[in-house]
């Protein structure tokens, strides 16, 4: 129900291939083989960016995702519980 409900209130980009049930990047990499191959073929030039989010979302402030949340119009309760996940968390490398 919480995240039907986050999905509704913040789609995320067709594209988005992490944190969802997709088969992995396989589709991402080969839509990338094929403007690559296109851009050859075609001898045009070809500007890529990759964006490395690893270890984003521990450095992104509770409050900002909770904020945004409530600015997206999702419901209340689903926004108290995301704000029970972040209470008192922590984590211990043994």
Same mark, same amino acid.
């Given at each position: @129900?919480?995240t039907a409900?986050?999905?509704?209130?913040?789609?995320?980009?067709?594209?988005?291939r992490g944190? @969802?049930?997709?088969? *992995?990047?396989s589709?991402n990499? #080969?839509?990338?083989?094929?403007l690559v191959k296109? $851009? #050859?073929?075609?001898h045009?030039?070809? *500007?890529v960016v990759f $964006? +490395?989010?690893a #270890?984003?979302? +521990?450095?992104v402030?509770?409050?900002h @995702?909770?904020? *945004?949340?409530v600015k997206? *119009?999702? +419901?209340p309760?689903? $926004?108290?519980l $995301?704000?029970?996940?972040?209470?008192n968390?922590?984590?211990y490398?043994?």
């Open positions: @129900i919480a409900r986050l999905a509704r209130a913040c789609p995320i980009n067709p594209r988005q944190f @969802i049930c997709a088969s *992995g990047c589709e990499l #080969k839509l990338f083989q094929l296109c $851009v #050859k073929q075609e045009r030039h070809l *500007g $964006v +490395d989010i #270890k984003a979302f +521990d450095t402030c509770h409050q @995702i909770l904020t *945004g949340l997206r *119009g999702v +419901d309760h689903i $926004v108290h $995301v704000s029970e996940m972040y209470r968390i922590t984590t490398i043994v």
